[in-house]
Nanobody, 123 residues
Framework: QVQLVESGGGLVQAGGSLRLSCTAS????????MGWFRQAPGKEREFVAA????????NYADSAKGRLTISKDNAKSTVYLQMNSLKPEDTAVYSC????????????????WGQGTQVTVSS
């Protein structure tokens, strides 16, 4: 098994920045793609960003392009989400998962989810 722990969330004003971290333990994630998803109260979990196993390829939701950046450090077993120019609509619990094959934007195609970290953006 692999355990994922997210951190770095908090309360920020619109236009501010946060950097989320997702650190893995138990088993290596160096050969797997990873993804960030978010879920707001009453809404389904939605795709934010994904990165392939070696960090060479990334994919983003339209809402994230130009503002959020995903990166992966295999030596540290950590995936990051740099969040800039934050908007109130970014408010959600952000979770990371291990890609298990399929379509990178579908939550069903990930497993080993972390507990999530809360991001709140005030207007």
């Amino acid at each position: 098994q692999v355990q994922l722990v997210e951190s770095g969330g908090g309360l920020v004003q619109a236009g501010g920045s946060l950097r989320l971290s997702c650190t893995a333990s138990g088993r290596t994630i160096s050969t797997y793609g990873m993804g960030w998803f978010r879920q707001a109260p009453g809404k389904e979990r939605e795709f934010v960003a994904a990165i392939n196993w070696n960090g060479a390829r990334t994919n983003y939701a339209d809402s994230a392009k130009g503002r959020l950046t995903i990166s992966k450090d295999n030596a540290k077993s950590t995936v990051y989400l740099q969040m800039n120019s934050l908007k109130p609509e970014d408010t959600a619990v952000y979770s990371c998962g291990v890609f298990r094959g399929g379509q990178y934007y579908k939550p069903y195609d990930y497993y080993y989810w972390g507990q999530g970290t809360q991001v709140t953006v005030s207007s």
